[in-house]
Each structure stands twice: as structure tokens, then as C-alpha cells.
């Protein structure tokens, strides 16, 4: 297939903000594709991606690398380029306009799908010394044989910032609308689909299954060495109000300060997934070798809670205290050694061969507990009551706050599990507190002693339904980060994750892709005109990066409204 097909695919796409449209014009496009050998790959470069999102493919190009290669491409100085760069902020535009101006190219070769995917599946391979010179090389090639289209869009892709809104919910449907006929849809059919991307996390798989129909679709199953989209939990306003959605009895469990991991033990090969599907087993030796000797199976997936405790004192320490061990690549040995870890199980949803997803609550604890051989500060598993009285919940509530712990959950004992849903089948419970998860969107440069480092940032939630991807401002914060990085989050650290992603410069201030996403700590909420949410936090202060966190794990401008009415009361 022609690359540059593709590229007027992502042309319409970016056309219209209309989700309905987008899933049309996907719909038809995927039609065509249905018999084209590569079609899995068609469906991950739709995506942006170069990989299955199962994969942790990451192409390791720079946008400084990217200007490199364009300026070799467009025969223009770097300066040039990052001139053109400064005054649009989209470096894929820029492309095309450069490639635009180029002397063309006799004899260049008409750029096919299949270069694009195996050129760009080369440059994760590139090691060792003259590693810049040889994506270079690849780049610049690709762009010097490209039309000013295709480069907009080469450059985007190596930068992942497409800008063309092909969400999940998007491909899915249009994938539904590809693949069956109107006598054939039904909402069985859509929520197998959603299933199926559910367990593979792969888009490209699921087409090639939906391709060959239903019954295809009905053999995915959860494999083993695969991430997969852990449940998710709704909150609940009481005790009551946790019993009147999961109902009496039910399990009530510690609901720890960690992060979410799920482990995949496949005999002595370990993985372990982040709630965003990062493959952390690098960073995480210890967690390997627990899984190794702790759980009992050939074959298993657990869900849990990784949680960081002082080696000294043994007491245990709070989410942003071991956050960083996520992201680190270097000096594994000694970060683990000063800041260990404890895999806290609360769930089995595959053993041996055997997926329980389907399984109640109750039977896959129990099969867990049989699994698991536990050991203080290595591997255990989250407490545990199972109650229909309320003042027994209150008393377990109360000894989980003490030990430090974030609250509890309240458990469905007969619910399945459901990845990536939000649904009533478990919530949390824990005291009412003043913060929410938002997107930073905007930054400015500080003066004087802050000079040179990012210093003030605007945050913004989502929108929420029907405005899928839309962000609105809430607010600024400047407080809560240090001057010295010893003492906790700094304005340098903060400035070093910032920096890379700057779209735009307007004087001091920058706009940033929204990447980061910031756990807020506000005293109140107003209503404001100054901000395109309609609200503003009052005295809000960073308290600490959420890396374990996607932008669409935001809160929402639901979340907002609901707790400015809370607060009016």
C-alpha cells in the first residue's frame, strides 16, 4: 500500500473534530485494507504507533535528532529550522513546508507502508557508538524521498504527536462498522470487540479477528508475557454508600499507597505492566524474584500494589516517595537497595492455563491464597474482611488509616473482572481529600534566583464525555515544588520533564504537550471566567508527579463540578 494513501487518511482526520465523522472515514478506509497483507501494521501507523501497543517500542528520536535530519533533507541550516519550528510549534509542519521548498529529487522511490514500518522498527535496534549518525541516515532518507505530505507526517509519527484524534473508542467502532453488516451489529458483538482489545491491548490483532468474524473474536484470551488493562475503581461517598453498590456481604480490603502493578509469570520469564502498560521489569529486579519464588504456578497474572517501606525503620512510605524508581534506567542495584519495595497481591485472573476473569471475587481470592506463599517485606497479600455490618467496616476503615494506608476497598464477592472498566464491581473508600490528578498544559519561565527554570504551571482537567481528548484549564500552581532537589519535587526536575515536550513559546510562557500529569492539592473551588473550565482552584500546590498515570486518567470536569457543589454545602 502507498504510503501516501495513508497519509490523506490522516489528512481528513485532521480535517474534523467530529467523532462520528472520523469513525466513518476510518470505516470505509478499513474496508478497503481488509485483504492487504500488512494490514495489522496499517492499523498501528492509523494509531500513530510503530508497535502493538503491547509492546514497549519506543523509537528513541529527539525532536533534535528530527531538526537534524530535516535540515539535511530541506538543505537549510538546524538554526533554519528551528526558526520555522519557534513560529509554527508543530515541527510535522514544518516538514512539509521544508519539503515543500527542497529541489526535487530525481529517481526518488514512491514510499510504501511497508518502508515506513520497517525503517522506523530499525531505529530501537541502533546500539553502541555512531548510534545518532545511523537514525540520522535513516531519517533524512525517509524524508529526501517523501512529499511534503508525507514528511508533515514521518515527523509526527517519529515524535508521536499526530494530531489526528484516532482515540480507542474511535477505531474500535470503526472497526465494528468495517467488519460487520447492519444485520449483523449488535451491542454483544461491540462489547466482544472491546473485550478482545482489552486483553490483547493490540488494535491491529483485533482487526485481523474481527476480519475473519465473531467466532474468531470469541478465541482471544488473556496470554501470559501480555499486559493487560487493569479494573478500575470508582469512588464511593460512605460506607453505605459502598454497600449500596456492591452489595451485602462483601469483601473489604486495605487500600494501600503504591502503585498498581500486574505481574505475568510465564515459568522463569517475569513481566511486569504498569496501570499504563509501561514494562517496568527492568526497574523492579526485586518484584522479579519475588514472583519467581513466591508465586506458586507455571503460569499466573496477579494484580496488586508495589509499595516502597524505609529499609531502616521498616515503616512504610508514601506513593511519591519510590514514584521514582519507575522511570529509572540506571543504578537499579542501589535504588533498590535504598528504597525497596513489598508486592502486595489483591487478585488472580489467570493460573495455568486457566483465565478466571469470569470467575467471582471470592473463588479467585481463595485460588490466590492457595497460589501465593507470602513473607513480611516481600510478598503479601492485601488484608482482608468480609462483613455485612457496618460498624465492622468502620473499625477496619479506621485501623487502615492509622497504619498509613489510603482507605479501603469494597468489593462485589461474586463480581468478574472486568479489565479496564470503571464499574460497580469494586470502589474505594477513603476520606474526603482536597486534590485532583490534572494535565499540565502551560508553563512559565521563573526571574531572578528561578531564573532559566520552569516555575509556574497552568493545569487542566478533562472535559469529559462527548469531548473525548478535550482539556480545560482549572488553574495555576507554583507552590509545592523545592528549590533543591534533596528536599523533594524541584522547579530543576520539573524543568528537565517539561522542557522536551514545549510546542510554542509566547515570551516567557510555553505551551506543553500534555503528557504530565501532577497530583493537585487545592483548599477550595470557585467559579471563574479566566479559565475555559468555568472554575478555578483556590491555593492549590503540586504535591507530587503521577508517572504511574495517563492523560486520560485526569480528573474530569465532572469531578470538578461535583466537588464545588460539596463545597458550597
Given at each position: 500500500m502507498k504510503y501516501?494513501?495513508?497519509?490523506?487518511?490522516?489528512?481528513?482526520?485532521?480535517?474534523?473534530t467530529k467523532k462520528l465523522e472520523k469513525t466513518e472515514i476510518i470505516a470505509k478506509f478499513l474496508k478497503g485494507i481488509k485483504r492487504e497483507r500488512n494490514r495489522r501494521d496499517i492499523i498501528y501507523l492509523l494509531q500513530g504507533n510503530v508497535f502493538p501497543e503491547s509492546e514497549a517500542g519506543v523509537l528513541g528520536v529527539s525532536e533534535q535528532l528530527t531538526v537534524k535530519a530535516l535540515a539535511l533533507a530541506g538543505g537549510l541550516s538546524k538554526e533554519e529550522v528551528v526558526k520555522k519550528w519557534k513560529a509554527g510549534g508543530d515541527l510535522g509542519e514544518v516538514a512539509e513546508d521544508i519539503i515543500a521548498h527542497r529541489k526535487k529529487i530525481a529517481g526518488g522511490r514512491e514510499l510504501t507502508v511497508e518502508n515506513i514500518i520497517t525503517n522506523f522498527r530499525k531505529l530501537p535496534g541502533f546500539e553502541g557508538k555512531g548510534t545518532v549518525e545511523?537514525?540520522?541516515?535513516?531519517?533524512?532518507?525517509?524524508?529526501?524521498?517523501?512529499?511534503?505530505?508525507?514528511?508533515?507526517?514521518?515527523?509526527?509519527?517519529?515524535?508521536?504527536?499526530?494530531?489526528?484524534?484516532?482515540?480507542?473508542?474511535?477505531l474500535r467502532d470503526a472497526i465494528f462498522d468495517s467488519c460487520f453488516t447492519?444485520?449483523?451489529?449488535?451491542?454483544?458483538?461491540?462489547?466482544?470487540?472491546?473485550?478482545?482489545?482489552?486483553?490483547?491491548?493490540?488494535f491491529g490483532l483485533v482487526f485481523d479477528y474481527a476480519c475473519e468474524g465473531v467466532s474468531k473474536l470469541k478465541e482471544v484470551s488473556l496470554m501470559p508475557g501480555?499486559?493487560?488493562?487493569?479494573?478500575?475503581?470508582?469512588k464511593a461517598d460512605s460506607i453505605e454508600d459502598a454497600f449500596r453498590i456492591v452489595g451485602k456481604p462483601a469483601a473489604f480490603e486495605y487500600k494501600y499507597d503504591g502503585f498498581r502493578v500486574i505481574i505475568s509469570k510465564n515459568k522463569e520469564n517475569i513481566t511486569i505492566y504498569t496501570r499504563r502498560l509501561e514494562e517496568v521489569s527492568r526497574q523492579f529486579p526485586d518484584l522479579v524474584k519475588y514472583a519467581k519464588k513466591y508465586i506458586k504456578a507455571e503460569t499466573a497474572i496477579v494484580d496488586g500494589e508495589a509499595i516502597g517501606y524505609d529499609p531502616e525503620t521498616k515503616k512504610y512510605m508514601p506513593f511519591q516517595d519510590i514514584s521514582q524508581r519507575i522511570k529509572r534506567i540506571y543504578n537499579i542495584e542501589k535504588i533498590e537497595k535504598e528504597l525497596p519495595v513489598e508486592l502486595v497481591l489483591f487478585d488472580l485472573i489467570y493460573i495455568d492455563g486457566e483465565s478466571l476473569l469470569e470467575k467471582p471475587f471470592i473463588e479467585r481470592r481463595k485460588r490466590l491464597e492457595r497460589t501465593v506463599k507470602t513473607e513480611k517485606y516481600r510478598v503479601s497479600l492485601a488484608k482482608q474482611i468480609i462483613t455485612s455490618d457496618e460498624k465492622e467496616v468502620e473499625k477496619f476503615y479506621g485501623e487502615a488509616l492509622e497504619t498509613g494506608e489510603e482507605g479501603v476497598m469494597a468489593k462485589n464477592l461474586d463480581s468478574p473482572y472486568k479489565p479496564g472498566a470503571r464499574i460497580g464491581y469494586a470502589v474505594k473508600l477513603k476520606p474526603e481529600a482536597d486534590e485532583f490528578d490534572l494535565v499540565i498544559t502551560k508553563a512559565?519561565?521563573?526571574?531572578?534566583?528561578?531564573?532559566?527554570?520552569?516555575?509556574?504551571?497552568?493545569?487542566?482537567?478533562?472535559?469529559?464525555?462527548?469531548?473525548?481528548?478535550?482539556?480545560?484549564?482549572?488553574?495555576?500552581?507554583s507552590t509545592g515544588l523545592k528549590e533543591k532537589s534533596e528536599l523533594g519535587l524541584s522547579f530543576e526536575e520539573m524543568t528537565k520533564l517539561l522542557k522536551p515536550l514545549i510546542e510554542k513559546e509566547e515570551g516567557r510562557e510555553v505551551i506543553v504537550k500534555p503528557k504530565i500529569v501532577a497530583m493537585v492539592q487545592y483548599q477550595n473551588i470557585q467559579k471563574s471566567p479566566t479559565y475555559s473550565s468555568g472554575y478555578a482552584l483556590r491555593f492549590p500546590r503540586i504535591k507530587v508527579i503521577r508517572p504511574d498515570?495517563?492523560?486520560?486518567?485526569?480528573?474530569?470536569?465532572?469531578?470538578?463540578?461535583?466537588?464545588?457543589?460539596?463545597?458550597?454545602?
Open positions: 501516501s494513501e495513508l497519509c490523506g487518511i490522516y489528512s481528513r482526520l485532521e480535517s474534523t545511523k537514525k540520522l541516515s535513516l531519517i533524512t532518507g525517509l524524508l529526501s524521498e517523501a512529499t511534503p505530505e508525507e514528511a508533515k507526517y514521518i515527523v509526527r509519527t517519529l515524535l508521536s504527536d499526530m494530531r489526528v484524534g484516532v482515540k480507542g473508542g474511535i447492519n444485520d449483523e451489529k449488535t451491542k454483544e458483538d461491540k462489547a466482544l470487540l472491546q473485550r478482545a482489545y482489552d486483553l490483547t491491548i493490540d501480555k499486559p493487560i488493562k487493569v479494573m478500575l475503581f470508582p512559565e519561565y521563573g526571574t531572578g534566583k528561578r531564573g532559566g527554570w520552569l516555575t509556574s504551571y497552568s493545569v487542566s482537567c478533562l472535559a469529559g464525555k462527548g469531548r473525548e481528548g478535550e482539556l480545560l484549564e482549572v488553574g495555576k500552581v498515570k495517563k492523560v486520560e486518567d485526569a480528573n474530569t470536569l465532572k469531578d470538578i463540578e461535583r466537588e464545588y457543589e460539596k463545597h458550597r454545602r
